[in-house]
């Protein structure tokens, strides 16, 4: 009989830059970004139509202990420069990507560090040829300067995103985030005026969330969130975080069974509202994330279809080709392009793309019958 054993925790852990690199192999990782790299998030692709998204975990542990994330906090790692290179240089060569992701929930908290990734990065690209975007990701805490922000930009940044979660001070304080709206709002600002994008997300619905709360965010979110990747969507009670074991506590999430298997489709009151006006506000917020409203729009100026996209595997899969539709970019003028599996009959209305030259989000316009024309 299979007997269950629970090992004691230890988190006396071994220098981080004397692990191995993972090893995406078994994974068939090559089948993936030849074939599937289309099917990755929107913003990916933002900045290369033809997108090969490769990931790298630049430090592990976060001290900090938010309500919706992990229930202990763990001891900063971060990784050497000169081994965090060495992992690029092994997968660069391995497997060509043009899209790197910096995992890292403090990435940029130090200055120094993120200059010294980006003037190491910026001496490989010309040694190497390395040819690649990337994103990172940071606390909200973390005070950006302009100067870092120009040299990441040189070296191939183009979107960073915050740990926004709220912009009511009462929420943040309930998540245990603590964060400075005005410093959050200097980034922004700095962002726009070097050209980088924006990304974060407003989170509804923590327990201390009332309506003015709520309303608090939405004025942040319609000032500042429409030229940028700011995502409205609700807190979840993830299992371990400090949310579901109040969930448990007050009997919000009755039968934790039920909760694992429909995790993706309940929706869970922890507000004061009362449930028939807090769907209502789910119902706004929902809608209004997915149609886009207010976010500046052009209109599509042209199109061609990819071949090889229409008949690679997730074209078989659709059942639709390929295309490759351009629009010049509402803010800076510049001609950018997006690549989407569409159906020439029966297309949406619009593309939500970012620009690749400014970084802007931008809502292209698909005139009815513009895919019916020759090209």
């Known amino acids: 009989m299979k007997v269950t054993k629970f090992t004691k925790r230890n988190f006396t852990y071994r220098d981080i830059n004397e692990r191995p690199f993972p090893d995406y192999e078994p994974f068939d990782i090559n089948d993936m970004l030849d074939n599937y790299s289309q099917a990755t998030r929107v913003l990916y692709r933002y900045p290369r139509p033809d997108s090969r998204p490769m990931i790298i975990v630049t430090a592990r542990g976060c001290p900090f202990h938010c309500t919706f994330c992990k229930s202990h906090p763990e001891k900063y790692r971060a990784r050497s420069i000169e081994n965090i290179m060495a992992e690029i240089a092994v997968n660069y060569k391995k497997y060509r990507f043009n899209i ?224 490759e539709v351009f629009a010049n970019c509402p803010f800076c003028g510049e001609e950018f392009s997006y690549k989407e599996f569409l159906d020439r009959e029966n297309a949406d209305p619009f593309l939500v793309i970012g620009c690749q030259s400014c970084n802007k989000r931008v809502r292209v316009n698909l005139p009815i019958g513009m895919f019916k024309e020759v090209n």
């Open 100 to 323: 790197l992701l910096v995992q890292d929930e403090l990435f940029a908290i130090n200055n120094q560090r993120m200059r010294e990734f980006c003037t190491e990065l910026i001496a490989n690209r010309k040694t190497f040829g390395w040819d690649f975007s990337w994103m990172f990701q940071t606390h909200p805490n973390a005070k950006l300067e302009k100067e870092t922000l120009q040299l990441a930009k040189e070296s191939g940044c183009c979107f960073f995103s915050y740990g926004l979660e709220s912009a009511s001070p009462t929420v943040l304080k309930s998540m245990r985030k603590n964060s400075n709206i005005n410093q959050i709002i200097e980034a922004i600002r700095l962002a726009d005026e070097v050209g980088l994008g924006f990304g974060g997300n407003l989170l509804f619905g923590d327990f201390a969330e009332t309506e003015d709360t709520i309303r608090e965010s939405m004025e942040f979110y319609f000032k500042y969130g429409f030229p940028f990747d700011i995502f409205l969507t609700l807190v979840n009670p993830y299992p371990g975080s400090d949310l579901f074991n109040r969930c448990i506590e007050k009997g919000i999430i009755k039968d934790k069974l039920n909760y694992y298997e429909t995790v993706d489709n309940n929706y869970f009151n922890m507000t004061s509202i009362p449930d028939s006006l807090w769907i209502s506000w789910v119902r706004f917020l929902v809608g209004l994330e997915r149609s886009y409203l207010m976010i500046k729009s052009t209109n599509a100026t042209g199109y061609k279809e990819d071949v090889y996209g229409s008949k690679s595997v997730l074209g078989l899969y659709n059942k639709k080709p390929m295309l």
